[in-house]
């Protein structure tokens, strides 16, 4: 979603309106996330996490919770939406890359066994190795994960 670029009294009506739907009604959490993100991509600065959390009465983890959700695959949104998944599970999903979402969620769908938070979490770092047992200089480490050894 790009910043919405308007004259100040079209962004300031349009926080208005984002609040006023976001205080007045139940969304379902990913409708929520979006509308959240909008809001903040109104004026990054003036409508921080904190500043939204303080304004519709809820805690900044909350707020930054819901945003994550809009950083999950499509198909894993879908799933969401439509029930196919828990929010609990999809917050979880939401630290994975896109390609780990996907798979994971073919494994979740139908499965409440798969969906507990703690095994997804488990399933997403059963790969991991602790950087503590590196053998190259952590300093040389760029953040990037290897999927294979090739």
């Known amino acids: 979603m790009k910043p919405y670029d308007a004259d100040p009294d079209d962004v300031a009506a349009r926080a208005i309106a ?31 996490t904190l500043a939204i959390a303080e304004r519709i009465g809820r805690t900044q983890r909350y707020v ?14 879908a799933a969401l939406a439509t029930g196919q998944i828990r929010l609990e599970a999809a917050r979880v999903l939401a630290a994975a890359e896109p390609a780990e979402q996907r798979k994971l969620l073919n494994t979740m769908i139908g499965n409440e066994y798969y969906q507990d938070p703690a095994r997804i979490r488990s399933m997403l770092t059963s790969n991991s190795v602790d950087a503590a ?8 480490y760029d953040g990037n994960r290897l999927e294979t050894d090739d």
Do not use: G, M
Request: glycine content about 0%; proline content about 8%; charged content about 30%.
């Open 18 to 48: 984002l609040l006023e739907n976001l205080q007045r009604a139940e969304l379902p959490p990913l409708e929520e996330a979006k509308a959240l993100l909008a809001l903040h991509e109104l004026d990054p600065k003036a409508w921080s």
């Open 64 to 77: 930054q919770q819901r945003l994550a959700l809009t950083r999950l695959d499509d198909r894993v949104q």
């Open 133 to 140: 047992l590196a053998i190259f200089p952590l300093d040389a």
